[in-house]
């Protein structure tokens, strides 16, 4: 049971991480290339 803590604990640290670099990238896409 303790690595399915790890696992938990590094998904809830690394969420916020993901989703502003998901966010940067909706914002790059949305952006007009020229």
Known sequence: MMQGS????FLLNFAPLMS???LLLLVLF???TN
């Open 30 to 32: 949305c952006r007009p």
């Open 6 to 9: 790890l696992l938990r604990d």
């Open 20 to 22: 502003k670099s998901l």
